[in-house]
């Protein structure tokens, strides 16, 4: 553990002195904010290319820490600072700790009680870790124990894992040097989540340039939610005291009523890793990027090879945050064409600063990992219009306003605002004085980049889960929000301006309330939900089974997704649940019959188990439900752990051998 804590800092501590030099013009908080991304980014990355030689062993660690450190000290050596933006970024130190350290302590509480936390129950987990948690788990303990690299699905061995994994790898770190799983998990996790927080409030004020509509922007980010508090209270047959009882019966997940759109915290960064490691890197890549296309010269080389870096490192960190921001940068590249037309040569030789080190770095990842399994059979990508919307429910307009609610009226009135000049800069003179202009030139040009996303998210799905288009959405939605809160906080300064101070008054009071008490009551029900994963029964045969069978041992089990032997243990299994595999484009049916006939068919168990080299077949209360005629197992194979609940029965001789 003190090796596995070392590993961690040590990453930390290289990058924040680069950090240091290369953000010098910048306040501290930037500079310390700087070199936590890009210290988790090289937590994610460095064991990488030497893991391909010598696999995922600390010797892969050992030359990764080297690097990662080499290449920082050279950064601290030799780079030239990047200049900072003539906006005051001081102004938003104490936002931060106000409001940015309130966020991040909800979301580190909720880590706490989410991530396996140990209870007389067992392993506990929260509702939005009942599931998806399982999987990347399941991707920890496999790459800690078996050291395999490229790794594989340890629920469908020989299929290569093309799954976004390196925040999985990070874990798979801290656990291969000692951590406790649950620690392994919750250690990166704190950290991203400081970054996220971090790295909003920077990209909102570098788009706003105004204290007061960050500050909105980032509440109604974090506690987003639509119209579908309604539902509760009297509207529809759930109760409002129900949301805190029932299993996804929350304001911002009721799909009954077509209610789709998840908070940000409850629902993408506590429960989907990717996510949280995707946006932890992608948002301040994002800032990097719009500092890039607002910088020139020099600078603006800087910050172009800074953003393409960190865009070209993402796509196995979080493949729809590299798409997203490659849609944006398309629509802020067109923007940039058009605006300097006549310099066109320049515009491109500008944009290959940035462009080169993206593509560079993203094609190999895209093309050893992504682009194989989504090509597989019919592939991913087809036309959809109008994402998860069941229209015969909900009109189209009133399926994005009681979804996004508040958010989704001010992007659309900040559309028509900044897209018509004339009365773009009435309302700004009228509304902003002296503040300084909300409702600009800059912000109206750079909604063409997130509404790239919105088109290409509407009209086609990348994956066989159409809903997990949101994740494009997201990254568009950020903007959005900044968007709204421009226009409210400018709304706010124009019935001020006007003696309408109560009217002024409710609209940003409204605003907070109606954009975050679906959100809230979500947040809430995650705060109180408490479900348990892991009996002690199942917890104790792990434990066995991780100190007593060899580290590449083949399991025959239930594919329940909570499934203790992939989870805990990181041994293969036959094959585990299609709630994962399926939306990964796996086929897996074959493998399905073959396990049941394991368990349930004596003449035809022992080709099966030659066939898919089984070391261990694995009963519990999930097999016994799904697999009723088991009982010809017993007195086959010989049971080397039974505490009453769960048995596991020796199949080969190299399993049998292992045991003496």
């Not at 204290?211 to 209270?233: C, E, S």
């Not at 109206?444 to 288009?469: H, M, R, S, T």
């Not at 399905?592 to 519990?620: G, M, N, Q, T, W």
């Amino acid at each position: 553990m003190f090796f596995a804590l070392i590993y961690f800092i040590a990453h930390l501590i290289a990058w924040g002195y680069a950090a240091q030099k290369l953000f010098a013009t910048h306040p501290q908080w930037i500079r310390l904010g700087a070199g936590g991304v890009l210290g988790a980014t090289a937590l994610m990355w460095a064991p990488v290319p030497f893991a391909f030689f010598v696999q995922f062993s600390p010797l892969s660690h050992g030359l990764g820490l080297a690097l990662s450190c080499a290449l920082a000290g050279a950064i601290y050596a030799k780079a030239r600072p990047l200049a900072a933006s003539p906006i005051n970024y001081g102004a938003m130190q104490k936002t931060l700790l106000w409001l940015g350290l309130p966020i991040f302590a909800v979301m580190a509480y909720l880590l706490h009680t989410h991530l396996i936390l140990p209870t007389a129950n067992g392993y506990d987990v929260g509702q939005s870790t009942f599931g998806d948690l399982q999987m990347h788990m399941g991707m920890v303990t496999s790459l800690a124990r078996q050291q395999i690299f490229p790794p594989e699905y340890s629920i469908l061995p020989g299929q290569r894992l093309s799954y976004p994994f390196l925040v999985n790898l990070v874990s798979s770190s801290l656990y291969q040097m000692g951590f406790s799983l649950r620690w392994s998990l919750l250690l990166p996790s704190l950290l991203m989540c400081a970054m996220i927080v971090f790295s909003f409030i920077l990209l909102a004020f570098e788009v706003s340039k105004d204290k007061r509509a960050t500050q909105l922007a980032t509440l109604l980010f974090f506690f987003n939610g639509g119209l579908g508090f309604i539902y509760f209270f009297g509207w529809h047959e759930y109760t409002f005291a129900q949301i805190l009882t029932e299993f996804y019966k929350t304001p911002t997940n009721y799909n009954e009523m077509n209610i789709r759109w998840s908070n940000v915290i409850a629902d993408m960064i506590i429960p989907q890793r990717t996510t949280m490691a995707g946006w932890s890197v992608a948002l301040f890549a994002l800032w990097a990027l719009l500092r890039f296309t607002r910088s020139e010269g020099r600078d603006k080389r800087g910050w172009g090879m800074l953003a393409g870096v960190l865009v070209g490192l993402l796509p196995m960190i979080h493949t729809h945050s590299f798409m997203a921001i490659g849609l944006i940068s398309l629509g802020w590249l067109g923007v940039d064409l058009v605006l300097r037309r006549k310099a066109i040569v320049q515009v491109i030789i500008d944009w290959c600063w940035y462009g080169l080190p993206a593509i560079g770095l993203g094609i190999g990842q895209l093309m050893f990992w992504t682009f194989q399994q989504a090509t597989a059979g019919d592939g991913f990508v087809h036309f959809h219009l109008n994402w998860v919307n069941k229209l015969e429910i909900d009109p189209y307009l009133w399926f994005y306003l009681k979804n996004m609610g508040v958010v989704y009226v001010g992007w659309l009135m900040g559309l028509a605002l900044l897209a018509r000049s004339a009365w773009r800069e009435k309302f700004a003179i009228a509304a902003d004085g002296a503040e300084g202009s909300l409702l600009d030139k800059h912000l109206a040009l750079l909604q063409l980049g997130p509404l790239v996303i919105y088109i290409v998210a509407e009209l086609i799905i990348f994956q066989p889960n159409l809903y997990d288009n949101n994740k494009l959405f997201y990254i568009w939605y950020a903007f959005a929000t900044i968007t709204a809160a421009c226009v409210i906080i400018a709304a706010f300064r124009y019935w001020l301006a006007r003696g309408r101070y109560i009217l002024a008054a409710n609209l940003v009071v409204f605003s907070i309330v109606i954009g975050c008490i679906s959100g809230g009551l979500t947040l809430a029900r995650e705060w109180v939900s408490t479900y348990t994963a892991y009996n002690p029964a199942h917890v104790a045969a792990a434990q066995f089974i991780d100190n007593n069978t060899p580290v590449d041992a083949m399991f025959v089990t239930a594919d329940n997704h909570n499934n203790t032997v992939a989870a805990l243990t990181g041994r293969n299994i036959v094959v585990g649940t299609d709630t994962y595999l399926f939306f990964h484009g796996l086929d897996t049916k074959q493998r399905h019959d073959d396990v049941r006939k394991i368990y349930e068919s004596p003449s035809e168990r022992a080709a099966l188990i030659a066939k898919y080299k089984v070391d261990y077949i694995f009963i519990s209360d999930f097999e016994r439900s799904n697999y009723p005629a088991f009982a010809s197992l017993f007195g086959l194979y010989p049971v080397i752990f039974d505490n009453g609940q769960v048995q596991v029965l020796a199949v080969s001789q190299h399993a049998q051998n292992y045991q003496r």
